[in-house]
């Protein structure tokens, strides 16, 4: 089993190696010019700015070198300095990343909160009213175009009811916690501040609930179908044939087995609230990753781009890992091929 | 006595299922009582409604099917009408359960000693600790090696026999006075399904469980139960103690069921005495006795109006035809072999010995699998399936091999159909090298053998009509349109399917006319060899006689060579003229198939007949049970591969593998002490069966 957690960290030296790569010469070829981009037109048609700018940045030298260069500054932790905050675009990513994280987890427990009940109800009464409403429930959610639940709840819930906070991660006056984690919710507990506690997860109810109309309804639509699966399964009926009620059964040997695959789409639904929350962080003013990527992008801002591009990688692959440690961890027979693979 | 009431009392029972025109009766009036310490076996083919009535006793039956009438008393209590609480309390402390498919009835990721442990729990009999340690010591009194270890195991890490123990084990756990054991040893192989037999005996007869024994097989049930029950269509048909029903059957359904079974004493080449038809289905009964349509005896009354239970002799049996006088009993028996059938099996032995050509040879063919590695860059470990293996064929003979799960019987059929490659030795076709023939030459060698499979339905393209998937095999060796339409029907009308059938689809037809058409695609064109690997396996008892015999007239007719691949020795030894006998890879013994189940040399070879109830009386004269499971393939044992499961396995079996010995016969095996059980004193065969079940009692 270690050996195997050992191997799949080997694996990702490769594919980040890739992605770096094919980010790197991507940039490189697409038609915007940085120099432009960052100096604006008036100084970019001046030929000795433009050089000496080339010449400051190493944008003079053959790719591969360039890349070469970016490897080993990556190696030490250097991802390039942003040409458009002229940060550090490692600095850039710590500061931006932390917010994301936040609301992405907090959207991926609610969903996994309101989705497995349910889609077991929806599966143990199927084809009756109450599957027929969660049907209907979850296509709407997955439905439903997220920009527009968002600006409505917005009108609604804060605008009209004063019943949730504004924008943003904190009240206006609320400095943010000491940073150990960059998550506020943790960090004010770590500093036993509990009105920022308060005032932080207040915040992130809306935008992760309206995130999570979209991802629940996924996952709920899962869990129903391989709840399903699971359900005509005669050890259930080894179960009942024991002595076990009808609940006992359910909670005890239909539902561990049927929240196995659901395990990988909430895996893949989590990397997509990481990387894909750029319209939510937009609308609700969270300054997130994808803020940030907005503006990269924007600005042709290249070592940002690839840091960010770089820090997604990661995450997906980190990810998926974890979905297979825990998919290990919840089916011995994964676990024994596994083992059985190390012998 | 009288008035106290039995411990189950079936009355009436009638079980109706939801489908598209309304509900549909499919347990139509079941009635029988069960005593304290009892067995009673309930046999039946598939759709006969056997288990869907015992899975209404304990109210266990799926969403779709619901008891409409009748009465289920147990101890007195009325269970039809129990709230469900009540049943929960009922079910695995006074009724357990042991279902067929030991791997889809245990939870994947719970550890099997919580499975086991968990009716304890349930019922509040005793503590986890406790649960633990009784569920060891339960495993370890079914003669489980380790029990330790085993709890702590998961369902996918034990073999077939050892799941099904652990079943038992759980069904076992709280002492109920009732097991219901739903074809507990089929799917098994048969030296582990004799285990598990004698394990369901034993809690019978010596820990007083009350037995329900359901099984299709009459052989399996006779052995342990007290009284047998015999359902056709929804309905019992006969009931009565074991040995009046198997010696004096009065249901003509019955007694067929027990003559299509080939037995030790039928002549090869005499044929079964097949049931015509297949079982009915159940939405569409006939009017009057349901067996009606497929019975000997059959009159007029039996076509308007069917049949009560009514008692005679010692049972009961609905029939009119028994009802009637008791004649025509005589008329269905097996009659001895016939002058006729004699001197066909004298002519069959006079053409072998003129040495008709050799149509296959297989000589020392080596066979390694890589286990398959789910993971990368992981070495992938080697299976030996076949090792060292050489048969021949010569033209006009049937050559069976016969062994149990994971023995090779089946990579030796792909290999000589060349759909395998193999790793070392040469395969010699009609005295020509075709190892490694390829493409054309390869194709132009299919037209010869043909192949004919197990899965019936598998095996065929559900898109194509039957006239196309008879034909293809032609066309594709050049016939032309029409040649091969007249061939189509020739062929089907061989097989007993009327020429109606060749604008049908697969999955408009029955297992066994699927079956059939297995079997035509595979003689349309003459090949000169046919392997068949397990054909009937997957079809019901009453059905595998008919296909039985629809090989022995293929034999007869054209001279068939066939070689046949079965698990069940009954069918290998009634069907072929040689037999093989293979263990992990390697023939362990060969020889004429009569010989070698009238005198077996090998070890293996006589637990092999001794645990198959049809063939223990002329196989050997103890009866054996092996113990533990077949080796692992991916780790064969040192020396001798069978020593670990051989009763006689002396130092040197552990050092040299044995050689094959041949005598002048051609009778080939493979053991350090041939005909050890044969030639050794009787004593120490009889010591063998009381040191095997003294050791597993011992251990409880």
């Given at each position: 089993?270690?050996?195997?957690?050992?191997?799949?960290?080997?694996?990702?030296?490769?594919?980040?190696?890739?992605?770096?790569?094919?980010?790197?010469?991507?940039?490189?070829?697409?038609?915007?010019?940085?120099?432009?981009?960052?100096?604006?037109?008036?100084?970019?048609?001046?030929?000795?700015?433009?050089?000496?700018?080339?010449?400051?940045?190493?944008?003079?030298?053959?790719?591969?070198?360039?890349?070469?260069?970016?490897?080993?500054?990556?190696?030490?932790?250097?991802?390039?300095?942003?040409?458009?905050?002229?940060?550090?675009?490692?600095?850039?990513?710590?500061?931006?990343?932390?917010?994301?994280?936040?609301?992405?987890?907090?959207?991926?427990?609610?969903?996994?909160?309101?989705?497995?009940?349910?889609?077991?109800?929806?599966?143990?009464?199927?084809?009756?009213?109450?599957?027929?409403?969660?049907?209907?429930?979850?296509?709407?959610?997955?439905?439903?175009?997220?920009?527009?639940?968002?600006?409505?709840?917005?009108?609604?819930?804060?605008?009209?009811?004063?019943?949730?906070?504004?924008?943003?991660?904190?009240?206006?006056?609320?400095?943010?916690?000491?940073?150990?984690?960059?998550?506020?919710?943790?960090?004010?507990?770590?500093?036993?501040?509990?009105?920022?506690?308060?005032?932080?997860?207040?915040?992130?109810?809306?935008?992760?609930?309206?995130?999570?109309?979209?991802?629940?309804?996924?996952?709920?639509?899962?869990?129903?179908?391989?709840?399903?699966?699971?359900?005509?399964?005669?050890?259930?009926?080894?179960?009942?044939?024991?002595?076990?009620?009808?609940?006992?059964?359910?909670?005890?040997?239909?539902?561990?087995?049927?929240?196995?695959?659901?395990?990988?789409?909430?895996?893949?639904?989590?990397?997509?609230?990481?990387?894909?929350?750029?319209?939510?962080?937009?609308?609700?003013?969270?300054?997130?990753?994808?803020?940030?990527?907005?503006?990269?992008?924007?600005?042709?801002?290249?070592?940002?781009?690839?840091?960010?591009?770089?820090?997604?990688?990661?995450?997906?692959?980190?990810?998926?890992?974890?979905?297979?440690?825990?998919?290990?961890?919840?089916?011995?027979?994964?676990?024994?091929?596994?083992?059985?693979?190390?012998? | 006595?009288?008035?106290?009431?039995?411990?189950?009392?079936?009355?009436?029972?009638?079980?109706?299922?939801?489908?598209?025109?309304?509900?549909?009766?499919?347990?139509?009036?079941?009635?029988?009582?069960?005593?304290?310490?009892?067995?009673?076996?309930?046999?039946?083919?598939?759709?006969?409604?056997?288990?869907?009535?015992?899975?209404?006793i304990v109210r266990l039956l799926p969403a779709a099917a619901r008891i409409t009438r009748g009465s289920v008393r147990f101890k007195g209590e009325e269970l039809t009408s129990a709230p469900r609480r009540r049943l929960s309390a009922l079910r695995g402390k006074e009724i357990s359960l042991v279902v067929q498919d030991s791997l889809a009835s245990l939870n994947p990721i719970m550890r099997v000693g919580k499975q086991v442990r968990e009716p304890l729990l349930l019922h509040r009999m005793l503590n986890r600790k406790q649960g633990t340690a009784r569920a060891a010591e339960m495993l370890a009194s079914l003669g489980l090696p380790d029990p330790m270890r085993l709890i702590r195991g998961y369902p996918h890490e034990l073999s077939g026999g050892m799941r099904q123990r652990a079943m038992i084990a759980t069904a076992l756990i709280a002492c109920p006075p009732l097991v219901i054991a739903d074809e507990p040893t089929t799917a098994l192989d048969a030296t582990v399904q004799a285990q598990i037999m004698e394990i369901l005996s034993r809690l019978n007869c010596e820990m007083g469980v009350a037995l329900i024994l359901v099984s299709h097989d009459l052989g399996v049930v006779g052995e342990i139960c007290d009284e047998i029950a015999v359902m056709y269509a929804g309905r019992i048909v006969e009931t009565g103690p074991t040995r009046a029903i198997l010696a004096a059957p009065k249901h003509p359904y019955t007694r067929a069921l027990l003559e299509s079974m080939p037995t030790a004493n039928l002549e090869r080449g005499q044929r079964l005495k097949a049931i015509q038809g297949e079982p009915p289905r159940i939405e569409a009964l006939p009017s009057g006795c349901p067996f009606s349509a497929r019975c000997g005896l059959v009159m007029d009354i039996c076509r308007v109006t069917e049949p009560q239970l009514t008692r005679r002799d010692q049972g009961e049996v609905a029939c009119w035809a028994?009802?009637?006088?008791?004649?025509?009993?005589?008329?269905?028996?097996?009659?001895?072999?016939?002058?006729?059938?004699?001197?066909?099996?004298?002519?069959?032995?006079?053409?072998?010995?003129?040495?008709?050509?050799?149509?296959?040879?297989?000589?020392?063919?080596?066979?390694?699998?890589?286990?398959?590695?789910?993971?990368?860059?992981?070495?992938?470990?080697?299976?030996?399936?076949?090792?060292?293996?050489?048969?021949?064929?010569?033209?006009?003979?049937?050559?069976?091999?016969?062994?149990?799960?994971?023995?090779?019987?089946?990579?030796?059929?792909?290999?000589?159909?060349?759909?395998?490659?193999?790793?070392?030795?040469?395969?010699?076709?009609?005295?020509?090298?075709?190892?490694?023939?390829?493409?054309?030459?390869?194709?132009?060698?299919?037209?010869?053998?043909?192949?004919?499979?197990?899965?019936?339905?598998?095996?065929?393209?559900?898109?194509?009509?039957?006239?196309?998937?008879?034909?293809?095999?032609?066309?594709?060796?050049?016939?032309?349109?029409?040649?091969?339409?007249?061939?189509?029907?020739?062929?089907?009308?061989?097989?007993?399917?009327?020429?109606?059938?060749?604008?049908?689809?697969?999955?408009?037809?029955?297992?066994?006319?699927?079956?059939?058409?297995?079997?035509?695609?595979?003689?349309?064109?003459?090949?000169?060899?046919?392997?068949?690997?397990?054909?009937?396996?997957?079809?019901?008892?009453?059905?595998?006689?008919?296909?039985?015999?629809?090989?022995?007239?293929?034999?007869?007719?054209?001279?068939?060579?066939?070689?046949?691949?079965?698990?069940?020795?009954?069918?290998?030894?009634?069907?072929?003229?040689?037999?093989?006998?293979?263990?992990?890879?390697?023939?362990?013994?060969?020889?004429?198939?009569?010989?070698?189940?009238?005198?077996?040399?090998?070890?293996?070879?006589?637990?092999?007949?001794?645990?198959?109830?049809?063939?223990?009386?002329?196989?050997?004269?103890?009866?054996?049970?092996?113990?533990?499971?077949?080796?692992?393939?991916?780790?064969?044992?040192?020396?001798?591969?069978?020593?670990?499961?051989?009763?006689?396995?002396?130092?040197?079996?552990?050092?040299?593998?044995?050689?094959?010995?041949?005598?002048?016969?051609?009778?080939?095996?493979?053991?350090?002490?041939?005909?050890?059980?044969?030639?050794?004193?009787?004593?120490?065969?009889?010591?063998?069966?009381?040191?095997?079940?003294?050791?597993?009692?011992?251990?409880?």
């Amino acid at each position: 089993m270690i050996g195997y957690v050992l191997r799949r960290f080997a694996l990702l030296v490769p594919i980040l190696l890739g992605i770096t790569f094919v980010t790197f010469m991507v940039s490189r070829a697409i038609p915007t010019d940085p120099v432009v981009a960052a100096l604006g037109q008036q100084a970019a048609d001046h030929p000795k700015i433009v050089a000496s700018y080339r010449e400051r940045w190493g944008l003079n030298k053959p790719l591969l070198v360039q890349y070469a260069v970016y490897l080993k500054n990556l190696l030490h932790g250097d991802l390039g300095e942003s040409i458009y905050t002229h940060r550090p675009v490692a600095e850039d990513l710590v500061s931006y990343m932390p917010a994301t994280i936040e609301l992405a987890s907090f959207t991926i427990v609610l969903s996994a909160l309101i989705s497995v009940p349910l889609g077991v109800l929806a599966a143990i009464k199927r084809g009756t009213f109450v599957d027929l409403a969660v049907r209907l429930l979850t296509l709407v959610g997955v439905a439903m175009p997220i920009f527009w639940l968002a600006l409505a709840a917005l009108e609604l819930f804060y605008f009209r009811f004063g019943i949730v906070p504004g924008p943003g991660r904190l009240s206006p006056s609320l400095n943010p916690p000491p940073t150990v984690t960059g998550l506020y919710t943790v960090d004010s507990l770590f500093a036993g501040r509990w009105r920022t506690f308060y005032s932080a997860a207040s915040h992130l109810i809306l935008p992760s609930l309206i995130l999570a109309t979209w991802s629940a309804g996924t996952l709920t639509r899962m869990t129903r179908t391989s709840m399903l699966l699971v359900l005509p399964q005669s050890f259930l009926n080894t179960a009942r044939s024991k002595g076990a009620s009808e609940t006992y059964t359910i909670l005890r040997h239909a539902i561990p087995n049927a929240v196995i695959p659901v395990i990988t789409i909430l895996g893949l639904v989590y990397g997509d609230l990481l990387t894909g929350v750029i319209l939510i962080e937009t609308l609700f003013s969270w300054p997130g990753i994808g803020h940030y990527a907005y503006a990269a992008a924007i600005y042709a801002d290249f070592p940002a781009i690839i840091g960010i591009t770089l820090v997604f990688g990661v995450s997906y692959s980190l990810l998926n890992l974890g979905v297979d440690i825990i998919y290990a961890v919840l089916d011995p027979r994964i676990r024994s091929a596994m083992s059985l693979g190390r012998r | 006595m009288a008035d106290a009431p039995s411990l189950l009392e079936v009355e009436d029972l009638h079980v109706a299922v939801r489908a598209a025109g309304g509900p549909q009766e499919v347990v139509r009036g079941v009635s029988f009582k069960l005593d304290r310490g009892k067995a009673i076996g309930m046999v039946g083919e598939s759709g006969s409604g056997k288990t869907l009535t015992t899975s209404a006793i304990v109210r266990l039956l799926p969403a779709a099917a619901r008891i409409t009438r009748g009465s289920v008393r147990f101890k007195g209590e009325e269970l039809t009408s129990a709230p469900r609480r009540r049943l929960s309390a009922l079910r695995g402390k006074e009724i357990s359960l042991v279902v067929q498919d030991s791997l889809a009835s245990l939870n994947p990721i719970m550890r099997v000693g919580k499975q086991v442990r968990e009716p304890l729990l349930l019922h509040r009999m005793l503590n986890r600790k406790q649960g633990t340690a009784r569920a060891a010591e339960m495993l370890a009194s079914l003669g489980l090696p380790d029990p330790m270890r085993l709890i702590r195991g998961y369902p996918h890490e034990l073999s077939g026999g050892m799941r099904q123990r652990a079943m038992i084990a759980t069904a076992l756990i709280a002492c109920p006075p009732l097991v219901i054991a739903d074809e507990p040893t089929t799917a098994l192989d048969a030296t582990v399904q004799a285990q598990i037999m004698e394990i369901l005996s034993r809690l019978n007869c010596e820990m007083g469980v009350a037995l329900i024994l359901v099984s299709h097989d009459l052989g399996v049930v006779g052995e342990i139960c007290d009284e047998i029950a015999v359902m056709y269509a929804g309905r019992i048909v006969e009931t009565g103690p074991t040995r009046a029903i198997l010696a004096a059957p009065k249901h003509p359904y019955t007694r067929a069921l027990l003559e299509s079974m080939p037995t030790a004493n039928l002549e090869r080449g005499q044929r079964l005495k097949a049931i015509q038809g297949e079982p009915p289905r159940i939405e569409a009964l006939p009017s009057g006795c349901p067996f009606s349509a497929r019975c000997g005896l059959v009159m007029d009354i039996c076509r308007v109006t069917e049949p009560q239970l009514t008692r005679r002799d010692q049972g009961e049996v609905a029939c009119w035809a028994a009802e009637g006088a008791g004649n025509g009993t005589g008329a269905y028996r097996v009659t001895a072999p016939t002058a006729t059938a004699k001197a066909a099996a004298q002519a069959d032995d006079a053409t072998e010995r003129e040495d008709p050509e050799e149509i296959l040879r297989v000589e020392a063919v080596t066979r390694h699998f890589r286990a398959p590695s789910l993971l990368p860059f992981v070495r992938p470990t080697h299976v030996h399936a076949l090792d060292d293996v050489s048969i021949a064929v010569r033209r006009g003979e049937t050559l069976g091999i016969a062994g149990e799960t994971g023995c090779g019987k089946s990579t030796l059929a792909n290999c000589v159909l060349r759909l395998a490659d193999i790793d070392y030795g040469r395969i010699v076709f009609r005295g020509r090298d075709v190892t490694h023939v390829e493409g054309e030459e390869l194709r132009r060698l299919r037209r010869h053998i043909q192949p004919i499979f197990q899965d019936p339905y598998g095996s065929l393209n559900p898109r194509q009509r039957v006239r196309s998937l008879v034909a293809e095999p032609m066309i594709a060796h050049g016939a032309t349109a029409s040649e091969s339409e007249r061939r189509v029907s020739e062929v089907l009308q061989f097989v007993g399917l009327g020429t109606h059938i060749a604008d049908q689809f697969p999955h408009e037809l029955s297992g066994g006319q699927r079956q059939r058409i297995g079997i035509a695609r595979a003689i349309t064109i003459n090949p000169d060899l046919i392997v068949a690997d397990e054909p009937i396996s997957a079809l019901d008892v009453s059905v595998q006689a008919q296909v039985l015999n629809l090989f022995v007239d293929l034999q007869k007719q054209f001279a068939l060579t066939l070689v046949f691949i079965s698990h069940d020795l009954r069918s290998v030894r009634y069907l072929s003229s040689h037999v093989a006998i293979m263990f992990l890879g390697k023939i362990v013994e060969y020889g004429p198939s009569e010989e070698v189940c009238k005198n077996p040399l090998h070890p293996y070879t006589v637990a092999l007949l001794s645990s198959v109830p049809g063939l223990r009386q002329a196989g050997a004269r103890e009866r054996i049970i092996l113990r533990g499971d077949p080796p692992s393939p991916v780790s064969p044992p040192s020396g001798c591969r069978f020593r670990t499961r051989c009763p006689h396995a002396a130092s040197i079996c552990a050092e040299l593998p044995p050689k094959p010995r041949v005598d002048p016969t051609g009778r080939m095996v493979a053991c350090h002490f041939p005909g050890i059980v044969d030639t050794a004193s009787a004593g120490d065969v009889k010591a063998t069966e009381p040191r095997l079940s003294g050791a597993e009692v011992h251990q409880a």
